[in-house]
């Protein structure tokens, strides 16, 4: 069939070309619906050109699977369905993840970057001994990432030289791939090799139930510090909140003293997001609080200290006792 | 039956410093700068410490990868209560390509070495704020990791870890051998008191090279460069409350 040198090094390099342009994009979910960081994962995916795969890993993955496959631009969605993925344990899951890995040879492997994936890649990677690159909020080529490093005071443009990319990639800096107009072939994952032993077990979660937006899709986002003094004073900003269809974080030194759960940090280990409009209400404004959301395009900040550092990035600045400030803006707004 | 603990902790750029960019655009300026121990790793060796003090642990070896300075960070640990400390020596110029995929095979070996049960570290460092080494390390050794724990406690079977995860938290238990990385609320560090920071000069470190350890430290990523960050046009104040509203609703924000 290759009977000339010419034909065979034309296949060749149609394979070297293929060999530079495959993704798979770890899919997070809830096995009911995609988790929106994936959305915004498929369309770095999707940036880097060539082949983009999913891999829907859970206990009950049919939904998401179907889910996944509606969205343009995947070529197939692979499915690991296994009651030992109960609370998606990064242990159970890497011996997955190197199965398609090993059959299939991706050039990428992307997630979103969120608790889930910066708990399971690095692990992939390791196995893979490659340097995984995580948060980026940039591609420059399929070698070469943008990243933010000191808290976003820096920005890093690298060149990886492993073979296989193993990167996060912050949901601010790409839009949500979007769900409809695509048909992927659906198939099952290659099995993982060998058993992992029971080294870790999911006992439960204590997941903060809220009516309000998400905070990493909300487009307008209030948000409480140290100022707020209590956890009961929070109601005025879930007022002013409910009022703007906003979402509600915090800062550091809220969650620390208990005023809210940790899920409403905003900042350089909490989350980092970029909405329409935020509104600082009694933060100061430290580096690794700024670090969360000095990206979003309006801010606007309210504190009665005119020196807080928080009013060298807002937009507006309002120098003013949050305790009659907050509620005036509610009724007015 | 007490547990051993290897700590893991880093030298890094003091968090309060305003960082410059270096001229040649390659990296950020370290020279003549204020540099601690990276907060998460105080929490990690603060740990340590708590669970030594609940008599769980025997024995923490504190490990520090980096140039002669990365001693100071080691002398910290050791003066908040680490036993001894292992010096893995790095050339200033090679930090820059130095990552947690090399970290992890440094630690992956020192903990089979010194045959430990926990290896603790911080969840990420506030320099490259990678959040990757915890991880990889645990999967180089093949044991169980709890990581970005904001409270760990001790099991008949091994351990049970509280996480802070973007829903809110998880909990999760694991057998031992097994990875910690500690998040921001696992616990309040300790300061060193003087009398510790001078025993702390007694106690013993060792110093050795990657290579001793059969680590292969070469570059996996280039640094093509460093940028200082898009810079935010300068704000106003507003005046009142009618003021902020007035303007907010120019930009189109109002009540949904």
């Known amino acids: 069939m290759f009977s000339t040198p010419t034909k065979l090094s034309g296949l060749v390099n149609t394979l070297r070309f293929a060999r530079n342009q495959s993704t798979l994009v770890l899919v997070e979910h809830n096995n009911e619906k995609i988790n929106p960081v994936t959305l915004n994962a498929i369309t770095a995916a999707r940036a880097l050109g060539g082949e983009v795969n999913c891999l829907v890993a859970g206990t009950s993955c049919g939904d998401v699977a179907k889910e996944v496959s509606s969205v343009e631009g995947i070529s197939k969605v692979l499915v690991a369905e296994d009651a030992a993925f109960e609370g998606f344990m990064p242990e159970k899951l890497t011996p997955i993840l190197m199965a398609s890995q090993n059959q299939f040879k991706f050039t990428h492997i992307i997630a979103g970057a969120s608790a889930f994936s910066r708990g399971l890649l690095p692990r992939v990677a390791a196995q893979l001994d490659v340097s995984p690159i995580s948060d980026i909020i940039g591609i420059k080529d399929k070698d070469t990432f943008v990243r933010t490093i000191y808290a976003g005071n820096a920005i890093m443009t690298l060149k990886s030289m492993d073979p296989v990319k193993i990167v996060t990639v912050r949901t601010t800096a790409f839009e949500p791939a979007t769900v409809g107009g695509g048909s992927a072939a659906l198939e099952a994952a290659?099995?993982?090799?060998?058993?992992?032993?029971?080294?870790?077990?999911?006992?439960?979660?204590?997941?903060?139930?809220?009516?309000?937006?998400?905070?990493?899709?909300?487009?307008?986002?209030v948000s409480g510090g140290r100022g707020m003094k209590t956890g009961d004073n929070f109601s005025m900003l879930y007022d002013l909140a409910d009022k703007l269809g906003a979402g509600v974080g915090a800062s550091r030194a809220a969650v620390d003293a208990g005023m809210v759960p940790n899920d409403m940090q905003i900042g350089q280990t909490g989350k980092i997001i970029a909405p329409e409009l935020y509104i600082a209400v009694g933060i100061s404004g430290a580096i690794q609080h700024l670090a969360g959301m000095k990206d979003s395009k309006v801010i606007v900040a309210v504190n009665k200290d005119p020196e807080a550092p928080i009013f060298q990035v807002s937009d507006f600045g309002l120098v003013a006792d949050l305790f009659k400030a907050v509620p005036e803006i509610t009724e007015k707004i | 039956m007490?547990?051993?603990?290897?700590?893991?902790?880093?030298?890094?750029?003091?968090?309060?410093?305003?960082i410059r960019i270096k001229p040649d655009k390659l990296g950020v300026v370290t020279e003549g700068v204020k540099h601690s121990m990276n907060p998460f790793d105080e929490i990690a060796v603060e740990e340590a410490v708590r669970m030594k003090e609940a008599k769980l642990v025997n024995e923490i070896i504190v490990v520090s990868c980096g140039p002669a300075q990365a001693m100071e960070t080691i002398r910290t640990a050791l003066a908040m209560g680490a036993d001894r400390g292992i010096h893995v020596e790095i050339p200033l110029g090679q930090m820059d390509t130095f990552q947690p995929l090399h970290v992890s095979k440094v630690l992956a070996k020192l903990a089979e070495k010194e045959k430990v049960d926990i290896v603790m570290l911080g969840k990420l460092a506030i320099d490259d704020d990678a959040n990757q080494t915890a991880q990889m390390t645990a999967s180089l050794?093949?044991?169980?990791?709890?990581?970005?724990?904001?409270?760990?406690?001790?099991?008949?079977?091994?351990l049970e870890i509280i996480r802070e995860v973007d829903g809110g938290l998880e909990t999760i238990r694991t057998t031992l051998p097994a990875v910690l990385s500690a998040d921001l609320r696992l616990n309040e560090p300790r300061y060193a008191t003087l009398p510790n920071i001078m025993k702390a000069k007694k106690k013993k470190v060792v110093k050795m090279k990657p290579a001793d350890l059969g680590v292969d430290m070469a570059p996996r990523i280039q640094v093509v460069s460093v940028e200082d960050p898009p810079v935010r046009e300068a704000g106003q104040t507003v005046s009142d409350v009618d003021d902020l509203v007035a303007k907010l609703k120019d930009k189109g924000f109002s009540s949904a």
């Open chain 1, 190 to 221: 290659p099995a993982a090799a060998g058993d992992t032993a029971d080294v870790s077990q999911w006992v439960g979660q204590e997941l903060s139930k809220s009516e309000r937006p998400d905070l990493g899709s909300a487009k307008v986002v």
């Open chain 2, 2 to 18: 007490a547990l051993k603990v290897l700590v893991g902790c880093k030298r890094v750029i003091d968090y309060a410093v305003k």
């Open chain 2, 141 to 158: 050794l093949d044991w169980p990791q709890g990581v970005f724990a904001s409270k760990i406690d001790k099991t008949d079977a091994g």
